[in-house]
């Protein structure tokens, strides 16, 4: 590994803030290309690949991204997933379809750099909000 810094290396050095705004919920979160942007410059003659499946499973169809990364001797692969919403106001079926495939592909990346999410929307636990604006219904009678 001549000018390669090694994956643990990487991960230590890795640093994305929370750049982006989501004025509807209220929070500050990463993408998939700011995640890159900032990996970049590490990888030095190392190689990360990404890549998506699609899997029908139902009625559903989910999109399995893989991030590779080869740095000449080792390759380290993560998966992250996504399910396509059935219906995404504004967005025809490929988009629908692409951002499954970018959120997927970002839960990969930080798999594979250990990019810790915190306070994320997508962590917090919205459970006691949820019970709350559920009326009692006996839709679910075994």
Do not use: W
């Not at 003659?45 to 029908?56: C, G, I, M, Q």
């Not at 001797?73 to 951002?99: L, V």
């Not at 997508?122 to 679910?140: A, C, G, L, Q, Y």
């Amino acid at each position: 590994m001549s000018n390669n810094m090694t994956l643990q290396e990487i991960q230590q050095k890795l640093s994305i803030p929370k750049s982006k705004i989501n004025t509807f919920g209220n929070y500050n979160y990463r993408n998939c290309e700011g995640i890159l942007e900032a990996v970049k410059p590490l990888l030095g003659e190392s190689k990360l690949n990404l890549t998506d499946e699609v899997h029908k499973i139902g009625e559903r169809y989910y999109v399995k991204a893989i991030a590779t990364l080869f740095d000449g001797i080792e390759k380290t692969i993560s998966h992250g997933y996504a399910r396509e919403s059935e219906d995404k106001k504004g967005m025809d079926a490929a988009q629908i379809t692409g951002a499954a495939s970018s959120y997927a592909r970002k839960y990969a990346l930080g798999g594979l750099f250990l990019i810790d999410d915190g306070k994320d929307a997508d962590s917090e636990d919205n459970t006691k909000e949820v019970e709350e604006n559920i009326e009692p219904t006996n839709r679910f009678k075994r």
